[in-house]
């Protein structure tokens, strides 16, 4: 919906290339997430954001950086792309990151690396 | 550490049959449990939650109830139609996780409902 938006929805590169995936969100919420979706391997968290400039890995952080200048906009970037990372990531975001902790997706981005 | 087991798919059944998906999930404390469902070319979305034993969530017709003694959260729907066509992931956010409560979540279950 239009509180979380990902850019670009698709993208195509060349191996050893540098990506940067945006998530931007409207909710003010403080924690942000990246996922990645592949088949036969569900949902796996790349890196999560607490808050503006506080982040941690997830596990499959290897060949990934983020950033978190602004709560509304959290980057991904994958530094030198590999074929390996062809996948379609998924921004998330929540409010509250305790308890019954609801994330809301973004419409995902589709990254194809040749 | 934490994990959810979703049964494998696809599942394919015919509309208006009855649905089940099973999921156990394994967890150092006491979970919240989730169902997301994925709708073709779109992101999940809460389909339904449960925060403590026996709790029963519900939503469009589908109810999941969060069993403690078999650790399991399982779907079902009594009618299923062509829109329910979609993956669905379980998934739990777990206290007891070093204090974080980033859900954890199944591989997901294609669901394939024909006319």
């Known amino acids: 919906d239009a509180g979380i938006t990902q850019s670009p929805r698709h993208k195509v590169t060349e191996t050893g290339t540098p990506v940067t995936l945006r998530c931007h969100q409207t909710?003010?919420?403080?924690?942000m997430y990246w996922y990645r979706q592949d088949p036969g391997h569900g949902l796996r968290l790349i890196h999560y954001?607490?808050?503006?400039?506080?982040?941690d890995k997830g596990e499959v952080s290897d060949g990934y950086s983020v950033s978190r200048s602004k709560t509304e906009d959290f980057l991904l970037t994958l530094e030198s792309a590999t074929s390996s990372q062809t996948s379609v990531y998924f921004c998330a975001i929540s409010d509250t990151g305790t308890g019954a902790n609801v994330l809301t997706f973004g419409a995902g981005s589709r990254l194809t690396v040749l | 550490g934490n994990s959810v087991t979703q049964m494998e798919g696809p599942v394919t059944l015919s509309e208006e049959a009855f649905l089940t998906i099973n999921c156990t999930y394994t967890a150092t404390g006491y979970p919240s449990l989730f169902w997301y469902v994925q709708y073709p070319g779109e992101g999940l979305q809460l389909l339904l939650k449960a925060t403590k034993a026996d709790d029963k969530g519900s939503n469009k017709g589908f109810e999941a109830t969060y069993r403690k003694e078999t650790t399991s959260f399982h779907l079902e729907k009594g009618s299923v139609q062509v829109s329910d066509s979609a993956v669905y992931f379980c998934?739990?956010?777990?206290?007891?996780?070093?204090?974080?409560?980033?859900?954890?979540f199944g591989r997901g279950t294609s669901l394939i409902v024909h006319p």
């Open positions: 909710e003010n919420h403080r924690y």
């Open positions: 998934a739990l956010s777990d206290p007891e996780s070093g204090g974080s409560y980033i859900p954890t």
């Open positions: 954001s607490y808050g503006v400039k506080d982040t």
